[in-house]
């Protein structure tokens, strides 16, 4: 299992060199943030001054040198916005982010497993159509559009939850729903489609020959093995959600690193934008590398070598 | 072989049917046959004869929502098991009558140690605490000769031989200590060396349990081996049954006769087997009268129109063909 | 009854509501001058924010009402039609074609090959996707271009690593062992055997993505980097009608609907393509 | 038995989170105002740019030149009068007595030269600060209470840059206690001398304040504690002014029907900017042939413009006729009555005039323009501006490309050559303030940032005209004659049709009438940061 695991880190160290080098072309291609800092009337020697201040005079490699060999050791630049450490900045709001993934995912999970068992078990009847509808409305969605609906519904006309931003309890519904149902779709199919699988298999029906009731035939024997490729996923899940974060921060004012990285674009902060995408790589691979762990447990079968 | 007590398992004139797309497949068309106490009744014929969808709908296992079954009785102990509900037969099943089978490398569930799926059918008959039916477990173990039973509780499925896992679903079968068990085609997937020792196994169980067995197989090598009566299938229906030794000496019923000549013989030294031309007819077809008549070289017009009665022909010996003689019941 | 009955039976099985309501999509989006009442950038300011006609204050003149610029929603709607699914065709052609390739030469050599193009996949699948959009949007400036471009950047990711799992399992049936045996060069085996296994899951993929293009062309709308105005496109529309819920619903509702309309029909139709095209299932 | 698991479980789910409306209001001593941006939120005055500067840093500290409440523009601050020494070159400040900072301190002359050095550190990023670097030659503490600023050369509104009204900079910071704490330690626990004392920040969610104990010269809160929440998306500021949960929000003009509907109050701020259209680098050679280069045309262009329906519809009636470029009602240095006449009828609506000047310029089939459709930060109405202005152009035959691009993308080109921009038209702002002339340089001087006339190597008859204007003004020492130059400068920018202004747009805020009374707020000043020490509570003046 060592030896399995010292490989993936090798892999991920070499898959973050790649993004590293992506998003460091990326950014610089996209604008030059100096031109947002100044005022209109700004002559030329204001911008060189800016520029020299923010290190962003010196030839392309050698900023490229010092980001890496920066990022190697922890220190990834200065935000030229918020003129601190950017990964300072990046993770005094990441605990925000976090605290609403989990909820999504579980609130997914939460209504996609019944879902993906009722459409299997009653395979081709209504109710599979029905649930597959309703999972499919998930995607069919855009998500900043579902939010501003949910909150126009819940807090505007019923009162019932608040419209936007971080606090008690009642602040976490709204946005861990409109995150959390873009993966419906996705894991009740799945669910569904590895359940049906399953079920065809000969231990069913040694389990049903031993007597045991169709519901714990399905929700023991069964569910435990479907659920092995929706764990595999939970990378990809994790992934999308981190994305969709951009979305659901913005449109429910949550202080999370989804909207600091559309504010890191917006504004062309290179070296916030840097920190943020390799951070967030850094946070995926290591959830992906946990999920195959977790993985091994779930099916014993499999054995890293 | 025990001397066969009281009948146990009692199928009159079974119809079971599957609803496909393309019709009605009627894949048990009026099956017959009475299982004893510590008897081995054989179930053979041609694969896709039915024999498998026999063993399922006696136990109401058939494939939902395709089979059903249609008209006819089983009789499990003067019990109707047909018009029992689904919470009925979970009693029934695992308890009175169980399964085993064929390919062990896909019966027991991976993710599962072998103790607890041995535990779990346990627990549907005793109601002890976990380190009793823990116990009950390795003594299960033991009894189907696996050696070191305790570790083997705490292996996974993947971490067995083929054998071994027929062991422990073996056990498994006999757990809740049916009186009536079906062993559909057991060994088929085993090599030869652990297939004899498997029924062996089987034999043991047996005589300790007295338990009725059904063996489902088309291995002749089998039939001689284990089975005190053999009951031969063709298209969905028994065409023959009889004693063991009185099938393989005179077979009376032209399918049984021509199966028996296309069993290789140790002995006779033979370049080419005779084999039975044509198809079997799709279970989805059946051709009216017998359904044997397309193949059967003793074919005349009556056997196309009409389908022969069963006749007794010696001692708890019966065929249905217009050919065979009634000769009046031993008994 | 042979088995080409038994698949003319699945024929009857087609959902023919979805089936109806995409070729109704695809001849709006090909006619939209004959369909569209008005031109889609046509602003009458005077009735601005003119309710469906079925609302008190609508006309029939406008349908659906009218928008923020008093242009015509209905036209705009059509028109978006044609812009949307363009953008999803292009990026899905080029995205899925690319995808594609490198998932069958991934799957089917393996080893290095295999190993540095799932690298570059997981490379691609960790980098937040709207994000990539946005960088180019804002790179290389809005547009349908920019858009498609964003688009198949995303999605080849996912087809080849989709596919890449397909030909795997086709490479290990015997079928591909005998080929070779017969001496067929790699390129023929691929061709011949492994693209017709693998096409019906990258058809598949195809239709369930069509739902996934046009929800990112909304958001990244909404990120201010989607189609730019004045050409109409479902995404802008349902994004610059997101501020006016209560004055003005349809706004946002009629483009937003369209696009789950589209998600939905496509998603049916994938889901029963899916079942019709693999052989495996067909028999059952 | 699996159907009634998952109906309970959504049912279960659904009850438990019904109960009794929660209050999700805010109580009734705090004034909460949610923002679309907190910039850097830095709690630092020179750490920040140009707007969110003004939202969150000016309750804490004041500026030395303050505001003219009622007309905009400039007036007392913590100096309470300044005068300009004879030779223009220094200018002396005399503040305000017994002013205290919030740990007590008084605010002395000493500050004040600490915090113009301070602001033109190295360090600083201020926006203003380039600017001063070049103004400012050295400064003088004269006594306790008065500090004189020499400046490189006559700097006329000098005194306007140092006051939140025009460039946001100018903030007293307190000498002796960042030279105690250091930087660090004032960006954690920051003092000022404003009438709200610094709370707490949470980094991209709020800022919170709260009411200094004392009568301030700027007006005593009336509120215990002041929050400035960070809600990026327009309408989740609307539901949030809706429920209560914010007292005030700020939103485009797209949005005030929908406040409306919401039973909402409309605070718009009179004179904040000017969206106007452009034409670029019309002297170069390249764009000899263009049929922009004939004035007829330029003015044919702004005559099919309808601004009255730009104003009704666009603007949700919540905009004004636009005075010359870059003027307002309260600007200075011009005649304003005038050039409200001049604004009336030649910006009119006149499409038969506009065909009739295309047709005599030999163009009336039509020719194909370019349009760079954008909006700056802070005003994204622009661009529906820009797409009714097209719309009015293609009604006269004209066949516009639009190109709408994002404001980071579209700015840089207008930098050096300018290539992608000659012979063509663009969006821009003029943003509030009270002199013309600083906007004019930028635009039409031809050594400025956007030379539009012409520059240094290809000035025309018109370039060198405007270069020698703009030095008329800015060298003009009385007022009458510099008031003269001034309209000339104005005249002839008028006159070119190059630069023409669309609509005067305003600065829109949704209010809660339960959370606040009502109140007015600074004209040409979008941001509220100096005006809440001045909002009344709900009781004490209602709504009207």
Same mark, same amino acid.
């Given at each position: 299992m060592q030896r399995y695991i010292l490989r993936r880190l090798l892999q991920g160290a070499l898959l973050l060199f790649i993004v590293a080098l992506v998003v460091f072309a990326l950014a610089r291609v996209s604008g030059n943030p100096i031109d947002l800092l100044v005022?209109?009337?700004?002559?030329a020697e204001d911008r060189a001054h800016l520029q020299k201040a923010l290190g962003l005079d010196r030839p392309m490699h050698e900023q490229l040198y010092i980001f890496l060999t920066g990022a190697v050791r922890g220190d990834l630049g200065q935000s030229?916005?918020?003129?601190?450490?950017a990964a300072e900045v990046f993770f005094e709001r990441l605990p925000n982010t976090l605290k609403l993934l989990p909820l999504a995912m579980a609130g997914a999970l939460a209504i996609a497993i019944p879902l993906g068992v009722l459409a299997a078990v009653y395979r081709g009847t209504l109710v599979d159509r029905l649930a597959g509808g309703l999972a499919v409305l998930g995607i069919a969605t855009p998500q900043f559009w579902l939010g501003i609906v949910l909150i126009y519904v819940f807090?505007?006309?019923?009162?019932?939850?608040?419209?936007?931003?971080?606090?008690?309890?009642?602040?976490?519904v709204l946005p861990a729903v409109t995150l959390g149902v873009f993966l419906l779709a996705g894991m009740m199919r799945l669910v569904r489609s590895s359940l049906l699988e399953v079920m065809g298999s000969e231990f069913v029906k040694l389990a049903r020959l031993k007597g045991l009731s169709q519901t714990i035939v399905i929700w023991k024997h069964c569910l435990r093995n479907a659920l092995i490729p929706v764990v595999t996923l939970f990378g990809v899940y994790f992934a999308l959600l981190v994305t969709g974060a951009i979305v659901t921060e913005t449109v429910f004012a949550w202080p999370g690193v989804g909207r600091l990285t559309y504010e890191a674009v917006i504004f062309r902060d290179y070296p916030l934008l840097q920190a943020v995408i390799l951070l967030k790589a850094v946070i995926v691979l290591s959830v992906n590398l946990v999920v195959d762990i977790l993985y091994a447990y779930l099916d014993p079968r499999v054995r890293y070598a | 072989m025990a001397s066969p007590g009281r009948v146990v398992l009692e199928v009159r004139d079974l119809h079971a049917y599957l609803y496909t797309r393309w019709g009605v497949v009627r894949a048990v068309d009026g099956v017959s046959f009475a299982l004893r106490e510590g008897e081995t009744l054989g179930l053979v014929g041609e694969?896709?004869?039915g024999k498998t969808m026999t063993a399922l709908s006696v136990l109401r296992l058939?494939?939902?929502?395709?089979?059903?079954?249609?008209q006819g009785q089983v009789l499990l102990e003067g019990e109707?098991?047909?018009?029992?509900s689904e919470s009925e037969m979970r009693r029934v099943r695992g308890r009175r009558i169980s399964m085993i089978l064929q390919?062990?490398?896909?019966?027991?569930?991976?993710?599962?140690?072998v103790g607890s799926q041995i535990v779990e059918a346990l627990r549907m008959r005793y109601a002890d605490g976990v380190d009793a039916l823990r116990r009950l477990a390795e003594e299960a173990l033991r009894r189907v000769k696996v050696a070191a039973p305790a570790e083997r509780l705490r292996a996974?499925?993947?971490?067995?031989s083929g054998g071994m896992k027929q062991r422990v679903v073996g056990a498994i079968a006999v757990a809740g200590e049916p009186r009536v068990l079906i062993a559909?085609?057991?060994?088929?997937?085993?090599d030869v060396t652990i297939q004899l020792q498997y029924l062996v196994l089987l034999k043991e169980i047996q005589a300790r349990t007295r338990l009725a067995m059904l063996f489902i197989t088309h291995d002749f090598g089998i039939v001689a081996r284990m089975c005190d009566r053999v009951a031969v299938m063709y298209a969905g229906r028994i065409v023959e049954t009889g004693p063991t030794r009185a099938l393989f000496r005179a077979p009376r019923h032209p399918y049984t006769a021509a199966l028996m000549a296309s069993v290789p013989r140790m002995e006779a030294s033979v370049e080419r087997l005779p084999s039975i031309e044509g198809q079997p007819p799709l279970l989805h077809h059946m051709p009216v009268g017998c359904r044997f008549a397309p193949r059967?070289?003793?074919?005349d017009d009556r056997c196309r129109r009409e389908y022969p009665p069963v006749v007794p022909i010696g001692p708890a010996h019966e065929a249905s063909c217009w050919r065979v003689e009634p000769s009046p019941p031993s008994r | 009854m042979s088995t080409e009955a038994s698949s003319r039976g699945d024929l009857a099985r087609l959902p023919w509501i979805s089936f109806s309501i995409i070729v109704v999509l695809v001849v709006a989006a090909v006619f939209a001058p004959l369909l569209?009442? $008005?031109?889609?950038?046509?602003?009458?300011?005077?009735?601005?924010?003119r309710p469906p006609a079925?609302?008190?204050?609508?006309?029939m003149k406008h349908l659906l009402g009218t928008d923020v610029l008093g242009r015509d929603v209905l036209s705009r709607l059509v028109y978006g039609a044609r812009v949307s699914l363009t953008v999803a065709a292009v990026a899905l052609i080029a995205g899925g074609g690319v995808g594609l390739a490198l998932g069958i030469l991934a799957g089917y050599t393996g080893g290095r090959v295999d190993n540095f193009i799932m690298r570059v996949v997981d490379a691609t699948l960790t980098f937040p996707t709207i994000l990539i959009a946005l960088l180019l949007a804002v790179s290389l400036g809005q547009g349908l271009g920019t858009i498609a471009i964003a688009i198949t950047v995303i999605i080849w990711a996912r087809f080849a690593r989709i596919v890449r799992g397909e030909v795997l399992s086709v490479k290990t049936r015997d079928f591909v062992a005998l080929a070779r045996v017969h001496g067929c060069s790699h390129l023929r085996i691929m061709a011949v055997h492994i693209v017709p296994n693998v096409l019906n899951t990258f058809m598949v993929l195809l239709t369930l993505h069509i739902g996934f293009v046009v929800i990112v062309e909304a958001t990244l709308s909404f990120l201010?980097?989607?189609?730019?105005?004045?050409?109409?496109s479902w995404g802008q529309m349902v994004s610059d009608g997101?501020? $006016?819920?209560?004055?003005?619903?349809?706004?946002s509702v009629v483009p937003g609907g369209a696009i789950m309309l589209v998600v939905l029909v496509f998603n049916l139709f994938g889901d029963w393509l899916r079942d019709w095209l693999d052989p495996r299932l067909r028999q059952v | 038995m699996n159907i009634r698991i998952f109906l309970n479980l959504m049912l279960g789910g659904f009850l438990a989170v019904?109960?009794?409306?929660?209050?999700h209001a805010a109580d009734k001593d705090t004034l909460v105002i949610a923002l679309d941006t907190l910039g850097a939120?830095?709690?630092?005055?020179?750490?920040d740019t140009r707007a969110p500067h003004a939202h969150y840093h000016a309750p804490v500290w004041d500026s030395l030149v303050g505001f003219?409440?009622?007309?905009?523009g400039i007036g007392p601050g913590v100096a309470e009068r300044w005068e300009v020494a004879a030779d223009g070159k220094s200018w002396t400040f005399y503040l305000r007595k017994s002013l205290r900072f919030h740990n007590g301190d008084p605010v002395t002359a000493r500050d004040v030269k600490f915090s113009l050095e301070r602001k033109m550190s190295p360090e600083s990023i201020a926006s203003g600060a380039a600017a001063l670097r070049r103004a400012v030659d050295r400064i003088e503490v004269?006594?306790?209470l008065t500090v004189r600023v020499h400046t490189k050369g006559v700097i006329p509104y000098f005194a306007a840059s140092l006051s939140r009204a025009v460039f946001m900079e100018g903030s007293v910071m307190p000498k002796k206690y960042i030279e105690t704490v250091g930087a660090k330690g004032f960006r954690e626990k920051p003092i000022g001398s404003g009438p709200w004392k610094f709370v707490r920040s949470v980094p991209g969610d709020r800022i919170e304040y709260e009411a200094v104990d004392y009568p301030h010269w700027r007006g005593t809160p009336q509120f215990k504690r002041l929050t400035l929440l960070l809600v990026p998306e327009q309408s989740t500021r609307l539901a949030m002014v809706r429920t209560g949960e914010a007292t005030i929000g700020s939103i485009g003009p797209e949005a005030i029907k929908e406040a409306r509907v919401g039973g909402m109050k409309i605070v718009s701020v009179p004179g904040t900017m000017q969206a106007v259209y452009q034409f670029w680098g019309l002297y170069r050679p390249e764009a000899?042939?263009?049929?922009?280069?004939?004035v007829r045309v330029r003015e044919a262009l702004s005559l099919a413009i309808d601004r009255q329906q730009i104003v009704d519809h666009v603007m949700g009636k919540q905009a004004q006729w636009p005075m010359p470029f870059?003027?307002?009602?309260?600007?200075?240095?011009?005649?304003i009555p005038r050039w409200d006449d001049w604004a009336r009828t030649?910006?009119?609506?006149?499409p038969a005039r506009a065909r009739q000047l295309l047709a005599e310029a030999g163009h009336g089939g039509g020719f194909k323009l370019t349009f760079w459709n954008t909006a700056l930060p802070g005003t994204p109405f622009m661009v529906q501006i820009g797409e009714a202005v097209a719309g009015f152009w293609e009604k006269i035959g004209v066949k516009v490309e639009v190109k709408t691009t994002e404001w980071g993308a579209f700015?840089?080109?207008?930098?050096?050559?300018q290539k992608a921009l000659v012979g063509t038209a663009s969006m821009y702002r003029t943003a509030?303030?009270?002199?013309?002339a600083p906007r004019y340089i930028g635009s039409f001087?031809?050594?400025?940032?956007?030379?539009l006339l012409g520059d240094p190597q290809n000035c025309p008859a018109i370039c060198q005209d405007a270069d020698r204007a703009y030095e008329a003004v800015v060298s003009e020492r009385d007022d009458a004659k510099r008031a003269a130059a001034a309209n000339r400068m104005i005249e002839l920018v008028a006159k070119s049709w190059i630069a023409v202004p669309i609509i005067e747009g305003m600065g829109y805020w949704a209010v809660n009438p339960k959370g606040v009374g009502f109140f007015k707020p600074i004209p040409g000043?979008?941001?509220?940061g100096d005006v809440t020490e001045r909002m009344p509570r709900p009781e004490q003046r209602p709504w009207p």
């Open positions: 005022r209109e009337d700004a002559t030229i916005r918020y003129r601190r450490s807090s505007i006309q019923l009162g019932v939850l608040p419209s936007a931003r971080m606090g008690g309890p009642s602040h976490y | 694969s896709g004869c058939m494939p939902e929502p395709a089979g059903r079954i249609v109707d098991l047909v018009t029992k390919d062990p490398q896909t019966s027991l569930n991976p993710v599962f140690t996974f499925p993947h971490q067995m559909d085609e057991p060994t088929t997937a085993l059967c070289s003793y074919v | 569209a009442p $008005h031109s889609p950038t046509e602003q009458s300011l005077p009735d601005k924010l079925w609302q008190e204050g609508g006309s201010g980097a989607g189609i730019p105005p004045p050409t109409p997101r501020s $006016h819920i209560a004055s003005a619903w349809w706004l | 019904g109960g009794a409306p929660a209050a939120q830095v709690m630092d005055p020179i750490m003219d409440l009622e007309k905009g004269v006594d306790d000899k042939g263009s049929p922009l280069a004939d870059a003027t307002f009602r309260y600007s200075s240095d011009m005649s030649a910006l009119r609506y006149d700015d840089p080109m207008t930098r050096g050559e509030g303030r009270p002199e013309p001087n031809s050594k400025g940032v956007q030379h000043r979008h941001e509220f």
